[in-house]
């Protein structure tokens, strides 16, 4: 399997954790210790703990979509643009916040992410998401 059809097929089943809730697939995602750097700041979490986050995090915003405009492959790399859209359940209002996020694999699980991400309200001005994650906007 080449570089790119396993960072292809991680990245189909993190979708489906993300969007579906299909925690089972964590453990094939997942290195047993991801490293994040994100705006909370620098910290390694065991799997099962971040599965936990994700866990809650769809318990607190359970429509949330993670909508991409691109992303690229290369070698044991990945790079998203995206935006975040979920409703607020106490308010019932649509929130959007967008985002950049890349990554690190190893042996075909995200050992490692830093993520930026812009204030709630911001979004990209793409007219067209991808249809997925791992498909791609006609003429990019």
Not at 13 to 19: F, N, S, T
Not at 43 to 63: F, G, K
């Amino acid at each position: 399997m080449t570089g790119a059809t396993m960072l292809k097929d991680l990245f189909d089943r993190w979708e489906r954790v993300w969007h579906e809730g299909a925690f089972d697939l964590v453990e094939a995602c997942i290195a047993p210790h991801y490293i994040r750097h994100d705006e909370t700041g620098d910290r390694t979490v065991p799997r099962e703990d971040y599965a936990a986050e994700l866990s809650r995090l769809r318990e607190a915003r359970p429509d949330i979509r993670i909508i991409v405009y691109d992303h690229s492959f290369d070698g044991d790399r990945a790079w998203y643009r995206f935006t975040m859209r979920w409703t607020d359940l106490e308010s019932g209002e649509v929130r959007i916040r967008a985002g950049l996020q890349s990554y690190r694999t190893e042996a075909g699980r995200l050992a490692e992410t830093w993520v930026i991400m812009q204030p709630i309200g911001s979004a990209w001005g793409d007219a067209v998401a991808q249809a997925s994650w791992t498909s791609r906007v006609h003429g990019r």
